[in-house]
């Protein structure tokens, strides 16, 4: 019965709309990022939770197809392994060394002082032990927690019982609140509730249930996400935490640090279930709309070069990008510091740079998957 159900709805599935979703994704961070000088709604943060559970969805249903094939073979693990991590590695080192390349030859900091932490997917464990951030790298953090994700969450799907995922799911769900909530009235900075992957887990672990569910509960997913009720209701528990954390005198308090990546994942949790159904109407012609499918496709690409692009808090005025926008300005006084010009310029250079390493890079890299696994 098990295996039928994966026949049906198994890793190599096209889901269209969450190629549209990915796009919904970057660009929360991207708006987020290129507005930090005026924006107060953790959008970013929200763009971030979307693309986690979206990953320990995509990843779960990969890992679980993956077992049912190679559990009960010769040298099972090691097929379902080595294939994992070479299709993932091929996918993500690429264009994140090459992120690490160029910015250790032009020397820009802390790179090539902290080089090792680059190198082993470790920033964010450097920001956690330091409590700081790191430039224009910052965004790597994320990168290091799913890198750190996919090297351990494998393990768990291949060698726990089966009877035993869903609860381990949930036990990452409690663990991470746990996490954050120790370290918050511990009295750390809130950098290490964000950037710590432990403190992740609740968005990976809803996004893994999802993937449980659709494997083996097809009709119990069908019931729980076949209305916009759920996402309805998840986008008012966010908007409710992210109200809530206004109401106090510090900017991060328990329902920033705590709560509210966990209100995040919930909202994000509907809003992927459904899109696995398949939205209608203006949300359909949305997310599969062609533009949209194109930056969803290379949305990974857009998220590690943005911040090279253009950083609020670390680009000089020296930076290409802030040179080439000075210029348009002279050219054009009625656009000088206008924010939306501005960000739309900053869009427009990410996307021409990111469109360039898929043709060049990622997307021929992407065709020896197969080949090597």
Not at 111 to 133: C, D, P
Not at 208 to 227: D, N, V
């Amino acid at each position: 019965m098990v295996k039928s159900q994966i026949g049906k709805q198994n890793a190599t599935n096209y889901l269209i709309q969450l190629d549209g979703l990915r796009f919904v994704a970057i660009a929360l961070v991207l708006v987020d990022h290129f507005t930090a000088a005026i924006n107060k709604i953790p959008i970013g943060p929200l763009g971030v939770n979307l693309f986690f559970v979206l990953s320990g969805f995509l990843i779960t249903r990969i890992l679980i197809t993956s077992r049912q094939k190679f559990k009960d073979e010769p040298g099972g693990f090691r097929q379902y392994f080595k294939r994992f991590f070479i299709r993932r590695s091929l996918r993500i080192f690429p264009v994140y060394y090459l992120c690490i390349l160029v910015l250790f030859v032009f020397d820009v900091p802390p790179v090539r002082e902290k080089i090792s932490w680059f190198v082993l997917y470790g920033s964010n464990i450097y920001m956690a032990l330091h409590q700081t951030w790191m430039g224009v790298v910052d965004h790597f953090w994320s990168l290091s927690v799913e890198e750190q994700f996919y090297i351990i969450f494998p393990l768990v799907i291949f060698f726990l019982p089966k009877k035993w995922l869903v609860p381990a799911f949930v036990m990452m769900l409690a663990g991470s609140i746990v996490f954050r909530l120790y370290f918050f009235l511990a009295g750390y900075n809130w950098i290490v509730n964000y950037v710590s992957m432990p403190a992740c887990l609740d968005a990976f672990g809803l996004g893994a249930f999802m993937a449980w569910l659709l494997l083996f509960r097809p009709e119990q997913y069908k019931k729980l996400f076949g209305s916009n009720y759920g996402v309805l209701l998840g986008l008012l528990f966010w908007a409710g935490i992210v109200y809530w954390s206004k109401t106090f005198d510090q900017p991060k308090n328990i329902a920033t640090d705590v709560w509210e990546r966990l209100a995040g994942a919930v909202f994000c949790f509907f809003l992927i279930g459904k899109g696995v159904l398949g939205y209608g109407g203006a949300m359909k012609l949305f997310l599969e709309n062609s533009i949209v499918l194109y930056l969803g496709k290379i949305s990974y690409g857009l998220y590690a070069y943005h911040n090279l692009v253009y950083n609020h808090f670390h680009s000089p005025p020296t930076h290409p990008t802030l040179r080439a926008l000075r210029k348009i300005e002279q050219i054009v006084p009625a656009v000088a510091h206008n924010i939306v010009f501005e960000s739309v310029f900053f869009f427009l250079v990410t996307v021409m740079v990111a469109s360039l390493s898929w043709y060049l890079m990622e997307k021929p890299i992407n065709g020896l998957k197969d080949r090597w696994t």
